[in-house]
Every structure is written in C-alpha cells, then in structure tokens.
C-alpha cells in the first residue's frame, strides 16, 4: 500500500528518493501530507484523494503546511477530485505551497469545491 496510515508508519518511498507521507488528520475528516508531491509520488497522492473523497461529509480537510512542493500534476489530481465531488461538498486546504494557490489561481480559478485556508 502506497499510502501510509497514522503518524509514525513507515514512509511511502517512490523511486528516486522523493518521499510523501500521508497521515489522517487527528481532529478532523481529512489527511495531512508531508514531503512532495510530484510526479515521483503522484501515486501516492492520487490514492490518498481518492481515500479522501469516499469519505461522506460536507468538508474534507487537507493540511498541506509540510508540503515542501507541488507540481502541475498534483495540482491537476487535486481539482479533477474537487470537480467530481457531489454538490455541497468541498476541499478545504490548509496552508498550502504558494505555487499551488498559483497553479489553482492560473488554471482552475473557478473550482468552487476548494477553498484555500491560511
């Protein structure tokens, strides 16, 4: 399995030293990430949302403030699973990489299903 549950397992490590650990969030239905998303962890982070949105409540909270980088494609993974989730429902991040607000703001201005959070 290439996402890691709870706070101390083991890493998920893709190849070429590029490392994301996804953890449940202690107070809230979400996840937190800690590493980079990019195209060495793009799986990972593509099972980690789609972890996420089988969840069944209004707000799924994404803490991103260990993220060190995100690419493109992350970002991509990001909005196609808000565009998909049901009416009422939204991804809600929180303090996430200064280039993914850009990447949202430039690409996908209009995703009402993700709002940033300081």
Aim: charged residues 20%.
């Amino acid at each position: 399995m290439d996402v890691v549950p709870g706070v101390g397992g083991p890493l998920a490590v893709p190849p070429r030293g590029a490392v994301l650990q996804i953890n449940p969030l202690p107070d809230s239905t979400g996840l937190g990430a800690i590493g980079e998303i990019s195209m060495n962890t793009r799986s990972v982070w593509q099972q980690a949302l789609n972890q996420l949105v089988e969840r069944r409540t209004d707000v799924l909270h994404v803490d991103l403030s260990r993220v060190r980088f995100v690419d493109v494609a992350g970002v991509t993974d990001l909005a196609v699973t808000a565009q998909r989730l049901p009416e009422g429902q939204r991804i809600v991040l929180h303090r996430p990489p200064p280039q993914l607000r850009r990447i949202l703001k430039l690409f996908w201005p209009d995703v009402a299903a993700i709002e940033v959070a300081a």
